[in-house]
């Protein structure tokens, strides 16, 4: 693998957005981006600040999980200031934005599986992990990361080695993790304005979520429910029809999903 070089400069140079990352904070190797952008917000950065690191010590998963982030795959948190309204649609806005810069650097077809995994060829290729909170001035803060394995070796990792894959193994060649990082801000700004404007996007989300009309079993909290994914509502939340027919609402929040 040919390591490209990263770097501040390098980014701003190649990115076309107007508001997110109009700030770049970009780091070797970190312990995850999360924490460095949650110093960033103590220290009072601006929304659309991202922060990108080349690998992660302790990169972060969802409920106290692990994301594996050896060198060559992107890795970023964005920071923002929403209004409450828009904190539901992040993890949305998210994960389409990295099925857009996924096609754009190697038509390749990624998918969505509810609520925050991106997916190609049913192996997890990204992930999300949105966060929020307020400010000690009270103005209320999200941390949208993504990791996404572009030219990782997923497959020398035991932990992920059967459920996950990568842009380099799916495309079967090298991707520039500078355009992918670029791509990857230009459409989040895209779908950010979008949500901004007030359009939503979860029909888009929606569109592109592999799991509907799947059997599937959510465990959410300590209880676990099986049924078949019906459908979503605005706000993300899954409509599971249990076996007895009823209908009910999984929230998006905490929790992990099997087929
Ligand atoms: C996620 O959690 O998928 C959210 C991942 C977010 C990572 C980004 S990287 C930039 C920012 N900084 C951070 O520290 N984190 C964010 P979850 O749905 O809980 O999935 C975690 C599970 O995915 C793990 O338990 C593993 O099974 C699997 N996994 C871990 N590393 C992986 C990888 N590199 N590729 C595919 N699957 C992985």
Same mark, same amino acid.
């Given at each position: 693998?040919?390591?490209?070089?990263?770097?501040?400069?390098?980014i701003r140079?190649?990115?076309?957005?107007?508001?997110?990352?109009?700030?770049?904070?970009?780091r070797?190797?970190?312990?995850?981006?999360?924490?460095?952008?949650?110093? @960033?917000?103590?220290?009072?950065?601006?929304?659309?600040?991202?922060?990108?690191?080349?690998?992660?010590?302790?990169?972060?998963?969802?409920?106290?999980?692990?994301?594996?982030?050896?060198p060559?795959?992107?890795?970023?948190?964005?920071?923002?200031?929403?209004?409450?309204?828009m904190?539901?649609?992040?993890?949305?806005?998210?994960?389409?934005?990295?099925?857009?810069c996924i096609?754009d650097i190697?038509?390749?077809?990624?998918?969505?599986k509810?609520?925050?995994?991106?997916?190609?060829?049913?192996?997890?290729?990204?992930?999300?992990?949105?966060?929020?909170?307020?400010?000690?001035d009270?103005?209320?803060?999200?941390?949208?990361?993504?990791?996404?394995?572009?030219?990782?070796?997923?497959?020398g990792?035991?932990?992920?080695?059967?459920?996950?894959?990568?842009?380099?193994?799916?495309?079967?060649?090298?991707?520039?993790?500078?355009?992918?990082?670029?791509?990857?801000?230009?459409? #989040?700004e895209k &779908? #950010?304005?979008?949500?901004s404007?007030? @359009?939503?996007?979860?029909?888009?989300? *929606?569109?592109?979520?592999?799991?509907?009309?799947?059997?599937?079993?959510?465990?959410?909290?300590?209880?676990? &429910?099986?049924g078949?994914? @019906?459908?979503? =509502?605005?706000?993300? =939340?899954?409509?599971? *029809?249990?076996? =007895?027919?009823?209908l009910?609402?999984?929230?998006?929040?905490?929790?992990?999903?099997?087929?």
């Amino acid at each position: 693998m040919t390591l490209e070089k990263i770097s501040e400069r390098a980014i701003r140079k190649h990115l076309d957005t107007r508001e997110i990352g109009r700030r770049i904070v970009y780091r070797p190797a970190v312990s995850s981006t999360m924490d460095v952008a949650l110093s @960033e917000i103590e220290q009072g950065a601006a929304h659309g600040t991202v922060v990108v690191a080349g690998t992660q010590k302790k990169g972060k998963g969802r409920l106290r999980r692990n994301w594996i982030s050896p060198p060559g795959g992107v890795y970023l948190s964005i920071i923002l200031y929403p209004p409450p309204t828009m904190l539901t649609s992040l993890t949305m806005v998210a994960c389409l934005a990295v099925l857009d810069c996924i096609q754009d650097i190697g038509s390749l077809r990624a998918n969505i599986k509810w609520p925050n995994d991106v997916l190609i060829g049913g192996k997890k290729v990204a992930g999300v992990l949105a966060q929020s909170g307020k400010t000690q001035d009270g103005r209320i803060y999200a941390v949208v990361g993504i990791g996404i394995n572009a030219n990782s070796d997923v497959s020398g990792q035991p932990e992920i080695a059967d459920s996950a894959t990568s842009l380099i193994q799916t495309a079967g060649k090298e991707v520039s993790l500078l355009a992918l990082i670029c791509g990857l801000l230009a459409n #989040f700004e895209k &779908y #950010f304005s979008q949500l901004s404007r007030g @359009e939503p996007v979860w029909q888009q989300w *929606r569109d592109s979520l592999v799991t509907l009309g799947q059997q599937v079993h959510v465990k959410s909290g300590h209880a676990t &429910y099986s049924g078949v994914a @019906e459908s979503v =509502d605005s706000s993300g =939340d899954l409509l599971l *029809r249990l076996a =007895d027919g009823t209908l009910r609402e999984i929230p998006a929040g905490d929790v992990t999903l099997r087929t």
